[in-house]
C-alpha cells in the first residue's frame, strides 16, 4: 500500500434511481447490505435523481419518487444522522466531477457498457446523450466523495470497472501535479465493487433467466416494496415454476432457474444459507414451499412497507432529511472537487 492510499480514509458510497417502484431485487441486492454496512464504515446514500432523467421522467412523479427512495432507505434502517442520505441533483459537484470524466473516460470505454446497450435498444440514434454518458457520473458519485467500497447488486459489476479505470487513468494522466499539490501518487482510490449476500441477483418470478427490472411490462414478475400482504401472496402463488419437487441438495437446482430464484429469495429473507433451505424443503412440493415463503416475506417486508407508507407521507419531513444530508455531502464533495480544479489546472 501507498502512503496516500493510507490517507484515504474508507467510505461508503451507494445509490438508487427514483424511477419506478422499488423491488425485492433492490431491497435484497442492495439495501440490506447498506443496511449492514452502516455497523462498520461511513456510509453515503444517494438518491441519484440526476441519473432518473437521463430517460424521461414526469416531474410530479420524479419528485414523488425521491421522496419514496428516500422513505425506503430510511425504513430499511439506514441511520440518516450518524450517516448521509441525499439527493444528487443537490450537490452540484456530482456534475462538476462527471464534465472533467467525460474528459477523462474513452468513447471505446462507453461502448462497451451493457446497460447502455439493453436500455438504449434498437433506436440508439434517439437515446439520450445522458444515457451513454450515464457510468461518467455514477463513476463521479463515487468519488467526488473519494469512497473506497460501493455496495451493489451484481449488475452494476461493469459501471464500478469503469469507475476504478477513470480513477486510475485520472491518476496516471494528472501524476505529476497530484504530487505537485501534496496528495502522493494518487488522489483517487480505485473504488471496490460490494456485491455480497445470497441474492446478489433476483430474478423475475414470471421467467427465471431474466433479472426482476423496475422496467419490467409485468407487475407479477416482481415484488415492489409497497405491495401489501394479498399482493404479496399472489404474485408468489403465481410466480413460474417447474412440475418437479424440490430437490435436497443444491445441484439439484442446476438447469431450474425458477426453483433456484425463488430458494434464493427464501434463504436471503430467513438467512439461512440455500443448503439449509433445501435440506427443510427438499422432495416437497411447491405449493407447500410457496406458502412458508408468502408468510416469510409478508414477515419481513411488511414492517418495512408500513413505515415506508408512513415515512411517503409526511414530504416536509422527508425534504429536511435531504437537505440536511446534501449540506454534510456538499462539505466532502466541495473540498475533494477543489482538489481536482488544482489538479487538473483550472484557477480558482
Ligand atoms: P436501480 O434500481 O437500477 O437504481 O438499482 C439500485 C440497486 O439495486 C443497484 O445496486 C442494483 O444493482 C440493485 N438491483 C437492481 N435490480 C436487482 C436485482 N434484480 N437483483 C439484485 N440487485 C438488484
Ligand atoms: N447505476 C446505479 C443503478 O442503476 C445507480 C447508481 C448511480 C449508483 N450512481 C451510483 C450505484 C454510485 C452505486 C454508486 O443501480
Same mark, same amino acid.
Given at each position: 500500500?501507498?502512503?496516500?492510499?493510507? =490517507?484515504?480514509?474508507?467510505?461508503?458510497?451507494?445509490?438508487?434511481?427514483?424511477?419506478?417502484?422499488?423491488? @425485492?431485487?433492490?431491497?435484497?441486492?442492495?439495501?440490506?447490505?447498506?443496511?449492514?454496512?452502516?455497523?462498520?464504515?461511513?456510509?453515503?446514500?444517494?438518491?441519484?435523481?440526476?441519473?432518473?432523467?437521463?430517460?424521461?421522467?414526469?416531474?410530479?412523479?420524479?419528485?414523488?419518487?425521491?421522496?419514496?427512495?428516500?422513505?425506503?432507505?430510511?425504513?430499511?434502517?439506514?441511520?440518516?444522522?450518524?450517516?448521509?442520505?441525499?439527493?444528487?441533483? /443537490?450537490?452540484?459537484?456530482?456534475?462538476?466531477?462527471?464534465?472533467?470524466?467525460?474528459?477523462?473516460?474513452?468513447?471505446?470505454? @462507453?461502448?462497451?457498457?451493457?446497460?447502455?446497450?439493453?436500455?438504449?435498444?434498437?433506436?440508439?440514434?434517439?437515446?439520450?446523450?445522458?444515457?451513454?454518458?450515464?457510468?461518467?457520473?455514477?463513476?463521479?458519485?463515487? !468519488?467526488?466523495?473519494?469512497?473506497?467500497?460501493?455496495?451493489?447488486?451484481?449488475?452494476?459489476?461493469?459501471? !464500478?470497472?469503469?469507475?476504478?479505470?477513470?480513477? /486510475?487513468?485520472?491518476?496516471?494522466?494528472?501524476?505529476?501535479?497530484?504530487?505537485?499539490?501534496?496528495?502522493?501518487?494518487?488522489?483517487?482510490?480505485?473504488?471496490?465493487?460490494?456485491?455480497?449476500?445470497?441474492?446478489?441477483?433476483?430474478?423475475?418470478?414470471?421467467?427465471?433467466?431474466?433479472?426482476?427490472?423496475?422496467?419490467?411490462?409485468?407487475?407479477?414478475?416482481?415484488?415492489?416494496?409497497?405491495?401489501?400482504?394479498?399482493?404479496?401472496?399472489?404474485?408468489?402463488?403465481?410466480?413460474? =415454476?417447474?412440475?418437479?419437487?424440490?430437490?435436497?441438495?443444491?445441484?439439484? !437446482?442446476?438447469?431450474?432457474?425458477?426453483?433456484?430464484?425463488?430458494?434464493?429469495?427464501?434463504?436471503?429473507?430467513?438467512?439461512?444459507?440455500?443448503?439449509?433451505?433445501?435440506?427443510?424443503?427438499?422432495?416437497? /412440493?411447491?405449493?407447500?414451499?410457496?406458502?412458508?415463503?408468502?408468510? @416469510?416475506?409478508?414477515?419481513?417486508?411488511?414492517?418495512? =412497507?408500513?413505515?415506508?407508507?408512513?415515512?411517503?407521507?409526511?414530504?416536509?419531513?422527508?425534504?429536511?432529511?435531504?437537505?440536511?444530508?446534501?449540506?454534510?455531502?456538499?462539505?466532502?464533495?466541495? /473540498?475533494?472537487?477543489?482538489?481536482?480544479?488544482?489538479?487538473?489546472?483550472?484557477?480558482?
Amino acid at each position: 500500500m501507498t502512503e496516500t492510499s493510507l =490517507t484515504i480514509p474508507p467510505r461508503v458510497f451507494s445509490g438508487m434511481q427514483p424511477s419506478g417502484n422499488l423491488h @425485492l431485487g433492490n431491497y435484497l441486492g442492495a439495501m440490506v447490505n447498506w443496511v449492514a454496512m452502516q455497523r462498520t464504515h461511513d456510509c453515503i446514500y444517494c438518491v441519484v435523481d440526476m441519473h432518473a432523467i437521463t430517460v424521461a421522467q414526469d416531474p410530479h412523479e420524479l419528485r414523488k419518487s425521491i421522496r419514496e427512495v428516500t422513505a425506503a432507505y430510511l425504513a430499511a434502517g439506514i441511520d440518516a444522522k450518524k450517516h448521509i442520505i441525499f439527493n444528487q441533483s /443537490q450537490v452540484a459537484e456530482h456534475a462538476e466531477l462527471a464534465w472533467v470524466f467525460n474528459c477523462v473516460a474513452r468513447l471505446g470505454w @462507453l461502448n462497451r457498457m451493457t446497460q447502455f446497450k439493453e436500455k438504449a435498444g434498437k433506436d440508439r440514434e434517439n437515446a439520450s446523450v445522458g444515457l451513454y454518458a450515464y457510468p461518467n457520473l455514477m463513476a463521479a458519485d463515487i !468519488l467526488v466523495y473519494r469512497a473506497t467500497h460501493v455496495p451493489v447488486g451484481e449488475d452494476q459489476k461493469q459501471h !464500478l470497472e469503469l469507475a476504478r479505470d477513470i480513477a /486510475q487513468k485520472f491518476n496516471n494522466d494528472f501524476a505529476a501535479s497530484i504530487a505537485e499539490h501534496g496528495f502522493g501518487e494518487e488522489f483517487f482510490p480505485l473504488p471496490e465493487p460490494m456485491i455480497q449476500g445470497p441474492a446478489t441477483r433476483v430474478m423475475s418470478l414470471r421467467d427465471g433467466t431474466k433479472k426482476m427490472s423496475k422496467s419490467d411490462p409485468s407487475d407479477y414478475s416482481r415484488i415492489n416494496l409497497i405491495d401489501d400482504a394479498d399482493t404479496i401472496a399472489l404474485k408468489i402463488r403465481r410466480a413460474k =415454476t417447474d412440475p418437479e419437487p424440490l430437490p435436497s441438495e443444491m445441484q439439484g !437446482l442446476a438447469g431450474r432457474p425458477e426453483a433456484e430464484n425463488l430458494i434464493g429469495i427464501f434463504s436471503a429473507l430467513s438467512g439461512q444459507s440455500k443448503e439449509e433451505v433445501l435440506k427443510q424443503f427438499g422432495g416437497g /412440493q411447491f405449493s407447500a414451499f410457496k406458502a412458508a415463503l408468502v408468510d @416469510l416475506a409478508v414477515a419481513k417486508l411488511g414492517p418495512v =412497507t408500513a413505515e415506508m407508507k408512513r415515512l411517503s407521507g409526511d414530504a416536509a419531513y422527508i425534504d429536511s432529511v435531504l437537505k440536511d444530508g446534501a449540506d454534510r455531502a456538499r462539505v466532502i464533495a466541495r /473540498q475533494n472537487m477543489d482538489a481536482v480544479k488544482d489538479i487538473v489546472g483550472f484557477v480558482r
